[in-house]
């Protein structure tokens, strides 16, 4: 049995089921232990396509992608997963993945092949254990996002990928973004926009407060864009958290 792993960045990982696969027990137990390792964890529940993945991926800044496939498409899913995120300009995200004895030998050889960060068999389970396997995924996946991030003299334009990564700035190294903040408020088209704050106790139906609110809105201002802001606690012991809102939104 390897050793748990410490994190020596802040580490994001998104969890998730392959499209068409309703077996979400592996995934769950994955994403406590993930969780449990001092990781951010965003989890997305099972029965997800590539797209919903990737495009929660680069929304969320994660350095790493966990998805179980038991549905036999696994090879074409990851794949196409590895392409979609070069076409987003969002290669530096790893995946990672299992699915049982449905995944063959070849096939993982395959997809590793291709650039699959790891794919973990059944072989994987008995020699490493549980906590082994979750070691070594956060240890590859346990990188700086801000290393190659160029600030700059804040002439960039605010996409779906700059926006995340000014996020994850400003929550890691504050004093890197504290500079800009002038100036993307002067380049801002809309300086005062409306800001509105949800917050409750756990179950008390936050995330489908928000998620219908956001539904009327932009039925009624289909011109419009509403940026989410979604942030879930930390666990004082390890360092780790769970956002779950994406499922119930």
């Known amino acids: 049995m390897q050793h748990p792993y410490t994190p020596k960045n802040p580490i994001r990982i998104v969890t998730a089921t392959s499209l068409f696969d309703g077996h979400d027990v592996s995934i769950n137990i994955m994403r406590r232990l993930i969780q449990a390792a001092g990781v951010e964890v965003i989890h997305l529940g099972h029965n997800r396509s590539v797209h919903e993945i990737v495009n929660c991926a680069i929304q969320e800044d994660v350095q790493a992608i966990a998805c179980t496939s038991y549905q036999g498409g696994h090879v074409e899913f990851f794949t196409y997963m590895y392409d979609l995120l070069r076409e987003n300009n969002a290669g530096h995200i790893r995946i990672f993945g299992g699915g049982g004895g449905t995944i063959l030998e070849e096939e993982m050889d395959q997809l590793h092949a291709y650039g699959i960060t790891r794919i973990y068999s059944p072989d994987d389970g008995r020699a490493m254990g549980l906590e082994g396997m979750i070691a070594d995924l956060v240890q590859k996946s346990d990188f700086s996002l801000e290393e190659n991030t160029q600030m700059g003299d804040g002439n960039f334009e605010l996409s779906r990928q700059v926006l995340p990564r000014l996020i994850t700035v ?80």
């Open 170 to 249: 400003a929550e890691n190294h504050p004093e890197l973004i504290a500079p800009l903040i002038s100036q993307l408020r002067e380049r801002a088209v809309h300086p005062k926009i409306p800001v509105v704050g949800i917050t409750g106790t756990g179950g008390a139906g936050k995330s489908s407060l928000a998620d219908e609110l956001v539904r009327r809105f932009l039925l009624a201002n289909a011109d419009k864009q509403v940026a989410i802001l979604s942030i879930d606690p930390t666990k004082r012991k390890s360092g780790g958290a769970l956002l779950g809102d994406r499922i119930r939104m």
